[in-house]
Structure formats: C-alpha cells, structure tokens
C-alpha cells in the first residue's frame, strides 16, 4: 500500500493519500487544505485517484473537496446522513474496491451524526471519532457523547490490538498509533459505564 499522511490547514488536520502499488489507483481522505501538496504526492506516486473519502462532514474536512474532485476527477464519498454535497452516500457495513484495496466503512457517530472511520487494510482511519490519546468533542451541534460511547465499545474496541490507527488531526504525542497503546492511553477507551462516559465527557472544563 502507498499512503502519505500529510498535515494541512491550521487546525493540523491530516490529509491521506492511499493507493494499491499493483494498479496504482488510490483515494484521498479529507483533503481539505494545501491542494498543491496533496495532488502533487498523488502524481509523484502516479496514482489515478478515484474517490474522496470524508469522516464527516465538518468545514475542516470537507473545504477541498470541490476542488479536489475537479483536480483529479474522484467521486466524493461520504456517509448517507452528511449535508454536504456527494457523489456516493455510504452507510456502515459498505465495502469499496480500490484496485486492491477493500475500504470498509464503519459508521461511528458520536463527535457528529455523519462520522465514520474507513478500515483499510488493517489501518483505521478515525477522523475525528479518535484521536492518539484523546476523542473528538461532543459539545458542537449534532454531537452526541453516548453515541461516541457506543461507537467505541461496540465497534472500535471489538478490532484487533494490533489495528493502526490515523487520526484526523496531529492532537496527540505521535502522529499514529495502535489500537493495542489506545486501550492502554487513551482516557477516552478505558473502561466505564455509558453514564459514567456521557458524564466524563459532558463535565465543565
């Protein structure tokens, strides 16, 4: 697999270029920010880039895809309930061939209605669902912290240890991590009630 993990924008959010080595075909991953450098490693790999793949709806994810699409004439993905505009709505469970590559979508809502995470070859690509150490916020509108509970317990936490997981933005102390180092690190996975979650996660600051 080729993947490039580019930091764009200013909030540091990742940007991925994900391509099959064999037929060159690839996708890009929330390319919302610096379009010079994202499409410039797409044609040093050589990759024709068939969709843009979006973890949810927010600005800071979705600002490039217009242009984006017209640079490389990919299909935006995105999951059935996200008000932005797509070429293929996606729900849990649906699997896209690239070359390759099996991108299954798994819908975990949460930090907001439309986010999901895409399982590439034992890579998950989390936006902002999890990030290394942390979760995203439930406090913006359509945000829901028993949602991202059971977005973890019943689906995140039931993969495999050894899943690597890219996040959505550089928020922690390395920019990949492990599922296995998440169970152990990160607040957000360690083990408690809904109540106690929504609780946690509703708190004052």
């Given at each position: 697999?080729?993947?490039?993990?580019?930091?764009?924008?200013?909030?540091?959010?990742?940007?991925?270029?994900?391509?099959?080595?064999?037929?060159?075909?690839?996708?890009?991953?929330?390319?919302?920010?610096?379009?010079?450098?994202?499409?410039?490693?797409?044609?040093?790999?050589?990759?024709?880039?068939?969709?843009?793949?979006?973890?949810?709806?927010?600005?800071?994810?979705?600002?490039?895809?217009?242009?984006?699409?017209?640079?490389?004439?990919?299909?935006?993905?995105?999951?059935?309930?996200?008000?932005?505009?797509?070429?293929?709505?996606?729900?849990?469970?649906?699997?896209?061939?690239?070359?390759?590559?099996?991108?299954?979508?798994?819908?975990?809502?949460?930090?907001?209605?439309?986010?999901?995470?895409?399982?590439?070859?034992?890579?998950?690509?989390?936006?902002?669902?999890?990030?290394?150490?942390?979760?995203?916020?439930?406090?913006?509108?359509?945000?829901?912290?028993?949602?991202?509970y059971d977005s973890f317990t019943q689906k995140i936490l039931k993969l495999e240890d050894s899943i690597k997981i890219y996040p959505g933005h550089d928020y922690g102390s390395r920019l990949s991590s492990s599922l296995r180092y998440e169970k152990r690190h990160n607040y957000s996975l360690q083990?408690?009630?809904?109540?106690?979650?929504?609780?946690?996660?509703?708190?004052?600051?």
């Open positions: 697999m080729i993947l490039s993990q580019i930091i764009v924008g200013s909030m540091k959010n990742f940007a991925y270029v994900i391509g099959d080595e064999d037929t060159r075909r690839g996708v890009l991953i929330d390319p919302s920010y610096d379009l010079d450098n994202i499409v410039g490693r797409v044609r040093n790999d050589g990759l024709e880039i068939l969709y843009i793949l979006n973890t949810h709806s927010h600005w800071d994810h979705t600002a490039g895809n217009k242009e984006a699409a017209q640079r490389t004439g990919a299909k935006i993905v995105a999951h059935a309930n996200a008000p932005t505009h797509k070429d293929i709505p996606v729900r849990d469970g649906d699997v896209l061939e690239v070359g390759n590559l099996r991108i299954n979508v798994m819908h975990t809502p949460g930090h907001c209605p439309d986010s999901v995470c895409f399982f590439i070859d034992g890579l998950l690509f989390t936006g902002d669902t999890l990030f290394v150490g942390n979760c995203g916020r439930t406090d913006l509108p359509g945000g829901d912290p028993g949602e991202l083990s408690r009630s809904r109540e106690e979650f929504v609780r946690m996660m509703t708190a004052p600051s």
